[in-house]
C-alpha cells in the first residue's frame, strides 16, 4: 500500500470538514413581512383568500370548530396541523411567490426550505425515501441473521463463530430506529419528532463509530470492547442529553455527526488500505460514496418544483450503499468464520 494514502485520505475527508464553515442560519423567518402575515394569521385565521377553521378562537382562547358534523372525519384529521404551522406554512408559500416574481432566490424558513405538502406530509419525497432506506436496514438485517445462523456454521453452544455478531444486530436495530424516525420527522416538524430524529441519528453515528473501531482493530476481548466503548458512549450519552434538555443546538450538532461521521469513514478507508479482506472494494465504494453524499447534505440548495433538495438526494445515495453495506457485512461474517474454522481444524 502506497504509505502517503491514508493521509491523502485524512486530507480529503478534513476538507469536507472544513466546507461546514459555509453554512449560514436561515433568515427567512426574520422577514418583516413574513413575520406580520403570520401575526395576522394567528389573530384572524386567514392568509390571503385561505382561512383556517382551526385558527379561530372564541372569547375564552378556546377554538371553534363549529358543531360536530361540521368536523372532518378522524381518518382525515391527520392531516391537520395546528393553528401556527398552517399560518407558518401558508405565509411561507404566499412570501415566496412575491420573492420569485421580484426575481429573487428562495430562502429558508425556520431552519428548512420552503417545501409543498401533500396530504398533510411536509417533505413527501424525503419521508419515502426515508422509508426507503429503512426497509432497506431491514433488508440487509434480516439476510445477515440468515446467513450468520442458517448458512454457516455454529459453534456446540449455538453461537456463531462471528465475534462481532451482536454488535452488528444493535447496528441493525440503531439504523432502522433511526430511518424509522427520520420518515416521522420529515412527515411533521415539530419539537418533539425533530428531538428524536436527531437523538436517533447522534447514537447511530456514535455507535457505527466504535463498532468502526472495534472491528478495524480487531477487538476481541470484551473488556478491551468496553474499554473502547466506554468514553465514546458517555460523549454521546452527554451530547443527546444536551440536545434534549438544555439547548437544541444545529450547528454544535452538525460538527458533532460531521466529526463522527468523518471519522469513521476514515477509520474504515485506512483499514480497507492496509487489510487483505476479499470483500474491502465494497468497504472502498461505501466509504467515496459516504463522502461524496456529504457534499450534498453541506452544499445545501433549494427544493426542485419544491420537493425535492440536497437533503433528499442523499437520503437517495443512501439507499444503495446501505445494500452493499450490509453485503460487506454479510462478506465480513463468512470471512471471519472460515478463517476460524481453518484455525481450530
Given at each position: 500500500m502506497n504509505p502517503m494514502a491514508p493521509f491523502r485520505w485524512f486530507l480529503f475527508i478534513a476538507a469536507l470538514c472544513c466546507l461546514f464553515a459555509a453554512l449560514h442560519a436561515s433568515d427567512g423567518d426574520a422577514d418583516p413581512l413574513?413575520?406580520?402575515?403570520?401575526?395576522?394569521?394567528q389573530e384572524t385565521g386567514c392568509v390571503g383568500n385561505r382561512c383556517f377553521q382551526h385558527c379561530k378562537f372564541s372569547s375564552d382562547g378556546k377554538p371553534i370548530d363549529g358543531p360536530w358534523y361540521?368536523?372532518?372525519?378522524?381518518?382525515?384529521?391527520?392531516?391537520?396541523?395546528?393553528?401556527?404551522?398552517?399560518?407558518?406554512?401558508?405565509?411561507?408559500?404566499?412570501?415566496?411567490?412575491?420573492?420569485?416574481?421580484?426575481?429573487?432566490?428562495?430562502?429558508?424558513?425556520?431552519?428548512?426550505?420552503?417545501?409543498?405538502?401533500?396530504?398533510?406530509?411536509?417533505?413527501?419525497?424525503?419521508?419515502?425515501?426515508?422509508?426507503?432506506?429503512?426497509?432497506?436496514?431491514?433488508?440487509?438485517w434480516v439476510s445477515f441473521f440468515i446467513v450468520v445462523y442458517y448458512k454457516l456454521r455454529l459453534r456446540p453452544?449455538?453461537?456463531?463463530?462471528?465475534?462481532?455478531?451482536?454488535?452488528?444486530?444493535?447496528?441493525?436495530?440503531?439504523?432502522?430506529?433511526?430511518?424509522?424516525?427520520?420518515?416521522?420527522?420529515?412527515?411533521?416538524?415539530?419539537?418533539?419528532?425533530?428531538?428524536?430524529?436527531?437523538?436517533?441519528?447522534?447514537?447511530?453515528?456514535?455507535?457505527?463509530?466504535?463498532?468502526?473501531?472495534?472491528?478495524?482493530?480487531?477487538?476481541?476481548?470484551?473488556?478491551?470492547?468496553?474499554?473502547?466503548?466506554?468514553?465514546?458512549?458517555a460523549f454521546v450519552t452527554t451530547h443527546i442529553l444536551y440536545l434534549?434538555?438544555?439547548?437544541?443546538?444545529?450547528?454544535?450538532?452538525?460538527?458533532?455527526?460531521?466529526?463522527?461521521?468523518?471519522?469513521?469513514?476514515?477509520?474504515?478507508?485506512?483499514?480497507?488500505?492496509v487489510s487483505r479482506h476479499p470483500a474491502r472494494w465494497k468497504l472502498w465504494v461505501v466509504v467515496v460514496g459516504g463522502g461524496l453524499a456529504m457534499v450534498l447534505d453541506i452544499y445545501d440548495f433549494p427544493p426542485y418544483k419544491g420537493y425535492v433538495d440536497a437533503h433528499a438526494l442523499w437520503h437517495a445515495t443512501a439507499i444503495p450503499l446501505t445494500y452493499l453495506w450490509w453485503s460487506f457485512i454479510r462478506d465480513d461474517a463468512e470471512f471471519r468464520t472460515t478463517s476460524l474454522l481453518k484455525k481450530v481444524k
Open positions: 413574513y413575520k406580520d402575515c403570520v401575526e395576522r394569521c361540521m368536523h372532518e372525519p378522524l381518518y382525515l384529521r391527520w392531516k391537520q396541523w395546528d393553528c401556527r404551522s398552517d399560518c407558518r406554512h401558508h405565509c411561507m408559500l404566499a412570501r415566496e411567490e412575491e420573492r420569485t416574481k421580484l426575481g429573487d432566490k428562495p430562502v429558508k424558513y425556520h431552519g428548512k426550505w420552503p417545501f409543498q405538502r401533500v396530504y398533510g406530509i411536509q417533505e413527501p419525497v424525503a419521508v419515502a425515501l426515508s422509508a426507503l432506506n429503512l426497509a432497506m436496514q431491514f433488508h440487509g453452544n449455538k453461537k456463531t463463530y462471528y465475534e462481532y455478531t451482536g454488535l452488528w444486530h444493535i447496528y441493525g436495530i440503531l439504523a432502522m430506529n433511526s430511518w424509522f424516525w427520520s420518515a416521522v420527522f420529515h412527515s411533521r416538524d415539530v419539537e418533539l419528532t425533530e428531538k428524536l430524529d436527531y437523538s436517533s441519528a447522534v447514537a447511530l453515528l456514535g455507535f457505527t463509530l466504535i463498532l468502526a473501531i472495534l472491528r478495524a482493530c480487531n477487538v476481541k476481548e470484551e473488556a478491551a470492547r468496553v474499554m473502547v466503548a466506554a468514553p465514546l458512549v434534549n434538555f438544555y439547548r437544541l443546538d444545529y450547528g454544535l450538532n452538525k460538527k458533532v455527526c460531521a466529526a463522527m461521521a468523518v471519522s469513521q469513514l476514515l477509520i474504515w478507508a485506512m483499514w480497507a488500505g
